[in-house]
Every structure is written in structure tokens, then in C-alpha cells.
């Protein structure tokens, strides 16, 4: 079955500092994986994604994310971090030739303090 | 232009009553999602649609619950006989022709309280 975890509950980081959030993941076949944010009473946005290519995937408002195979892992990043983005950030995963349903982690909430 | 939006954007219910929930997707996406988020917890798969019909609705917790998407457009989510369980944050999402590639793009949700 698939799962995502998202092993940090929250992140805390300086303004301007570089943040990561982390997110591993498990599926049989290969990944499709997506990192979206919600802000306080807002819906999900999308960040960005995964679906072949480059393991380096760069999305909106500055962030990026690392796909590595061997570690199962799909980490968010951004290299100077800004108040901002102080909101919870989901991992998600779909695996290729299931259905379309994702399936979250449970949410890490990032806080950057000035 | 218009994203995907929800109604009502919250819902207080008693124990036992019948609700509907709407979700209008992004005009021209053919696939909707329904999805519920308890309270810190990341949003639970329910019921897929392309189309008209339900192309995968192992999500749904039990009989109770129950969508239609009559038109292939807007979606209504039906929960009969609702429990205090129940209660939580129902998101729809909507993507383009099925590939699982592409991203979906949520609403900002109905709160749903059973009391």
C-alpha cells in the first residue's frame, strides 16, 4: 500500500536561513509526488511535483524539491526562507497505474521567525 | 479565473440529519476528488469521478456517504444520517482529463460539525 510520511511535526527557521522540510515515501511502482501548502483557512495549493526527469524539481514561490530513489525520499527546500511562508506543507503520492487518489502525510507546519 | 469552489463553507448539523455538500470544479476539468481532513490530520481520499461516473470510490468510509456528479461537471457529497464523526473539513479537488501526472486544484472547503 502506499503511505507518505512526514516525520517532523513542526520546522522552525530564521528568516533568510535555508529550510527543509522532509517527506519519505513508500509505493510499489514509480512515484508520482507532490508538495502542496495550505495556509490558514485557505484550500491546498499546489508547489510542485515529481513525475520523471530531473530529481531536482523547482515550483512556486522560490521552493524546490530533491526526488531520491535510493532513500525514498522527496524533501522540500527553499534556500532563504521568508515569514511569509509560515503555513503547513503536505506531501503526497501517487503511484503510477493506480487511480488518481493521493495520499497525504499528515502535514508539517513550518514557522519562520524574524 | 475561477478556481474550484465549495458550499456552504461551513455546515453546523444535529446527530441524524441528512447534509449536501457542492463543489463546483474549474470549468473544463473532467476529474473531481473529494477528500476529508480531520483536525491534524492530512486530507483522506473519499471518491474520484471522470465524468459522470465514479471511477474509484474506495475512500468512502461507509454507506452513508455517497456522491453524483450527474453532469460531469458539479459535484454533490451526501452523508445520511450524519455522526460526530462526521465532523471534519470535506475538500473537493479538480484536474484535467485523467493522467496522474497532472496536479488537482482544491477549494477551500466545507467545515462540516455534527453535534
Known amino acids: 500500500a502506499q503511505s507518505v510520511a512526514q516525520p517532523e511535526d513542526q520546522v522552525n527557521v530564521a528568516e533568510g536561513n535555508p529550510l527543509t522540510v522532509k517527506c519519505t515515501y513508500s509505493?510499489?511502482?514509480?512515484?508520482?509526488l507532490f508538495w502542496y501548502v495550505q495556509y490558514p483557512n485557505r484550500g491546498l495549493q499546489f508547489l510542485l511535483k515529481y513525475i520523471t526527469g530531473d530529481n531536482l524539481v523547482k515550483g512556486s514561490y522560490g521552493f524546490e524539491a530533491e526526488f531520491n530513489k535510493s532513500q525514498t525520499s522527496f524533501h522540500l527546500k527553499k534556500p532563504s526562507a521568508l515569514v511569509s511562508d509560515s503555513a503547513l506543507y503536505f506531501c503526497a503520492v501517487r503511484e503510477s497505474g493506480d487511480t488518481d487518489k493521493l495520499i497525504f502525510g499528515t502535514g508539517t507546519r513550518l514557522q519562520v521567525f524574524p | 479565473g475561477a478556481g474550484v469552489s465549495q458550499t456552504p463553507s461551513n455546515k453546523v448539523t444535529e446527530k441524524g440529519k441528512y447534509v449536501e455538500l457542492r463543489c463546483d470544479p474549474i470549468?473544463?476539468?473532467?476529474?473531481l476528488y473529494w477528500y476529508r481532513q480531520s483536525l491534524g490530520q492530512g486530507p483522506e481520499f473519499l471518491i474520484y469521478?471522470?465524468?459522470?461516473?465514479?471511477?474509484?470510490d474506495s475512500g468512502l468510509p461507509n454507506d452513508r456517504f455517497f456522491a453524483v456528479r450527474p453532469e460531469g461537471s458539479v459535484s454533490t457529497l451526501k452523508i445520511q444520517r450524519t455522526e460526530r464523526g462526521d465532523s471534519a473539513v470535506y475538500l473537493c479537488?479538480?484536474?484535467?482529463?485523467?493522467?496522474?501526472?497532472?496536479?488537482?486544484?482544491f477549494g477551500p472547503g466545507t467545515r462540516l460539525t455534527v453535534l
Open positions: 479537488a479538480s484536474s484535467r482529463a485523467r493522467a496522474g501526472y497532472n496536479e488537482q486544484f
Open positions: 469521478f471522470q465524468g459522470t461516473g465514479a471511477a474509484d
Open positions: 509505493v510499489s511502482g514509480n512515484p508520482y
Open positions: 470549468s473544463g476539468h473532467t476529474a
